[in-house]
């Protein structure tokens, strides 16, 4: 996996051989139960999973040999806003392994606006250089079946980030921009790993989405229970429909990925709520919450 630590030349991240072991695999009934009872003592989250409006997964990495993952509405696939934009990340990064992009300064900088600002136009530019077929062939690559139609979809990008532009719609709701906890879940835990495209390409994902410059929804939180903490992250907001989605890392007990969809008014507070929900569930010790001043 890819261990997480700053050192001075700002390269955070070295290789480890371990075996890797599928998130599948780590899928944890205690955990599951404790995920669903949590949720469930809130009546507004109650009614937003019954109405599949709520979806919510947890994966705990503090323990590399017990690793826990739990979710609620896992394959329900919801529109998902600028959060599917890690899809164009890993596109990008698959083609620039490959040779089928060149690695220029624009580039590179479009897919840290892409990510850290959620910008949009920078999205766009990046989804015209690598078109909608190589998103999408990578999206299904066997290695990573991020998108999958006889496993309730995944993510999906299939339209430009603003307006105008032919529409790609997913072959399972007809979503531009969708995406399912348990494929972001998996993202985040293969990126982690370095499973995603390469050591060293995922390596690279990691220090783009480190550092996120939009401080609501989980970091909002996460700002304040853990400010030192190590953060990488994309979200997404578009009218009622919020997503956010994180592998926080504070070099302790907390270390996990959070992801969750809500189409709610209030989905900004649900996601700033559902961190200290998700750190109950996996125990956190309360000696690790830092507040800050």
């Not at 072959?171 to 495209?197: E, I, W």
């Amino acid at each position: 996996m890819l261990s997480i630590g700053q050192s001075t030349d700002g390269d955070y991240f070295e290789s480890k051989s371990n075996a890797f072991v599928p998130l599948a695999h780590w899928q944890n009934n205690e955990f599951q139960q404790r995920l669903t009872t949590e949720l469930n003592r809130n009546p507004q989250y109650r009614s937003l999973i019954a109405s599949h409006k709520l979806a919510v997964g947890i994966v705990d990495l503090h323990n590399p040999a017990n690793v826990e993952f739990a979710s609620v509405n896992g394959n329900r696939m919801m529109y998902a806003a600028s959060l599917p934009k890690i899809a164009i990340l890993l596109a990008a990064e698959d083609a620039l392994f490959k040779g089928e992009l060149a690695e220029t300064s624009e580039v590179t900088s479009d897919m840290r606006l892409m990510i850290a600002r959620s910008d949009n136009q920078a999205a766009t530019r990046m989804i015209d250089r690598l078109g909608y077929e190589k998103i999408q062939q990578v999206l299904e690559d066997p290695r990573y079946q991020l998108y999958s139609e006889t496993q309730g979809g995944g993510l999906w990008v299939g339209k430009r980030y603003g307006s105008g532009g032919d529409r790609h719609p997913d072959p399972l709701k007809g979503l531009s921009h969708a995406a399912t906890v348990d494929q972001v879940c998996r993202f985040y835990y293969l990126m982690y790993n370095g499973k995603l495209v390469s050591p060293t390409r995922s390596a690279q994902m990691m220090r783009i989405m480190s550092d996120p410059e939009l401080h609501h929804k989980f970091v909002n939180t996460l700002d304040k229970l853990a400010p030192g903490a190590t953060m990488y992250r994309k979200s997404g907001s578009w009218k009622n429909y919020h997503a956010d989605s994180i592998l926080v890392d504070d070099g302790g007990d907390r270390r996990y990925i959070l992801v969750a969809l809500a189409e709610d008014a209030q989905g900004e507070q649900i996601m700033r709520d559902l961190v200290k929900l998700a750190e109950k569930v996996i125990q956190i010790p309360a000696s690790t919450h830092t507040i800050a001043p």
